[in-house]
């Protein structure tokens, strides 16, 4: 009776670790769904050697442990996840194309309430948030394995730099360098994206915005939408690797090549830290609306800057627990 008092406990206790072990690998991995494998693999490893774990380092970080060698492991084999922009250059509305690639090529949406843990510090909750942003996810994927751990350990996690020598088996001083290192390949790569400014939660300004923005893409008005849009505005459709730049492509993109998602219904999302929308289109064959695409906007500057379609219905709506229908 004992026992199994004690193997329900563990279960708690180690399920309590359940969302910041998949914000940290999902991090370290660009996959939502590699990430929930490796958190599962981590808890299913604790549970199994939980008797050889003396206590020596808190639960926590015994964890952390076990989660970065899972990751490591997964990332051996080199392949970097990306954004569309990280890959080819933008094409002009004249030449877009339709080519896609491979699932495992691109960074992957993630549900807010998955990755990020309720804080209660406010700045806590923006560094958090700030860390998910696809811009920085897309950076990250750029870092050596080992260099992205240390970063997102040191810099997302606040863990001392004595804490994450201990965990990666390795010296303080060559912690602090491959920090040094991770943050100049950083600061090669920032982009206006990642600098976006999203208020949390969104200020008035923010919420008009996203209002006028369901309106116009409801409507398919796209005098309303090229209005939201800044002028630089960058459209992305993954497992598509075409990217548009500007209004004038995306909306012209859209009246043409994606005019069959005209009279769609939006339903508001999180994802990685940004405001976001379900896409339903009308099945012209059953009548309703179904599922076509988890969209993130990225905002700045009271305009829209980033407007990112990912379209696999079959993985991300049931990923965001969203209706199969409308």
């Given at each position: 009776?004992?026992?199994?008092?004690?193997?329900?406990?563990?279960?708690?206790?180690?399920?309590k670790?359940?969302?910041?072990?998949?914000?940290?690998?999902?991090?370290?991995?660009?996959?939502?769904?590699?990430?929930?494998?490796?958190?599962?693999?981590?808890?299913?490893?604790?549970?199994?050697?939980?008797?050889?774990?003396?206590?020596?380092?808190?639960?926590?970080?015994?964890?952390?442990?076990?989660?970065?060698?899972?990751?490591?492991?997964?990332?051996?084999?080199?392949?970097?996840?990306?954004?569309?922009?990280?890959?080819?250059?933008?094409?002009?509305?004249?030449?877009?194309?339709?080519?896609?690639?491979?699932?495992?090529?691109?960074?992957?949406?993630?549900?807010?309430?998955r990755?990020?843990?309720?804080?209660?510090?406010p700045?806590e909750?923006?560094?958090?948030?700030?860390?998910?942003?696809?811009?920085?996810?897309?950076?990250?994927?750029?870092?050596?394995?080992?260099?992205?751990?240390?970063?997102?350990?040191?810099?997302?996690?606040?863990?001392?730099?004595?804490?994450?020598?201990?965990?990666?088996?390795?010296?303080?001083?060559?912690?602090?360098?491959?920090?040094?290192?991770?943050?100049?390949?950083?600061?090669?790569?920032?982009?206006?994206?990642?600098?976006?400014?999203?208020?949390?939660?969104?200020?008035?300004?923010?919420?008009?915005?996203l209002?006028?923005?369901?309106?116009?893409?409801?409507?398919?008005?796209?005098?309303?939408?090229?209005?939201?849009?800044?002028?630089?505005?960058?459209?992305?459709?993954?497992?598509?690797?075409?990217?548009?730049?500007?209004?004038?492509?995306?909306?012209?993109?859209?009246?043409?090549?994606?005019?069959?998602?005209?009279?769609?219904?939006?339903?508001?999302?999180?994802?990685?830290?940004?405001?976001?929308?379900?896409?339903?289109?009308?099945?012209?064959?059953?009548?309703?609306?179904?599922?076509?695409?988890?969209?993130?906007?990225?905002?700045s500057?009271?305009?829209i800057?980033?407007?990112?379609?990912?379209?696999?219905?079959?993985?991300?709506?049931?990923?965001?627990?969203?209706?199969?229908?409308?």
């Amino acid at each position: 009776m004992g026992n199994g008092t004690a193997t329900t406990d563990l279960a708690e206790q180690l399920e309590k670790y359940r969302v910041e072990l998949t914000g940290y690998c999902y991090r370290m991995l660009g996959s939502s769904f590699e990430a929930e494998d490796a958190v599962q693999d981590t808890l299913v490893r604790a549970w199994r050697s939980h008797d050889r774990f003396e206590g020596r380092s808190s639960l926590r970080s015994w964890l952390y442990r076990i989660a970065t060698n899972v990751c490591l492991d997964l990332l051996a084999a080199g392949n970097k996840r990306a954004r569309p922009m990280d890959l080819t250059e933008s094409t002009p509305l004249a030449r877009a194309a339709l080519s896609p690639r491979p699932d495992h090529t691109w960074l992957e949406p993630m549900p807010d309430a998955r990755v990020l843990p309720a804080v209660e510090d406010p700045a806590e909750a923006a560094v958090a948030k700030e860390s998910v942003r696809l811009a920085f996810m897309a950076a990250l994927q750029q870092l050596p394995p080992r260099q992205r751990a240390v970063l997102i350990l040191r810099e997302v996690l606040a863990w001392r730099a004595s804490e994450v020598a201990e965990l990666l088996d390795t010296s303080v001083a060559s912690v602090n360098s491959a920090l040094q290192r991770a943050r100049a390949t950083l600061a090669e790569r920032r982009d206006r994206a990642a600098d976006a400014a999203v208020s949390d939660p969104l200020d008035e300004e923010q919420q008009r915005l996203l209002e006028r923005y369901v309106k116009a893409f409801e409507g398919y008005d796209m005098t309303a939408l090229t209005a939201l849009l800044h002028e630089d505005a960058v459209m992305t459709m993954p497992p598509f690797d075409l990217w548009l730049t500007g209004s004038a492509d995306i909306t012209g993109f859209m009246a043409t090549l994606g005019a069959a998602c005209a009279n769609s219904r939006l339903l508001p999302v999180r994802a990685n830290g940004l405001p976001g929308f379900a896409q339903y289109k009308p099945d012209p064959d059953e009548g309703g609306f179904t599922p076509w695409a988890v969209q993130v906007l990225e905002v700045s500057g009271g305009r829209i800057t980033g407007f990112h379609c990912f379209l696999d219905t079959r993985r991300w709506f049931p990923l965001f627990e969203l209706p199969p229908r409308l």
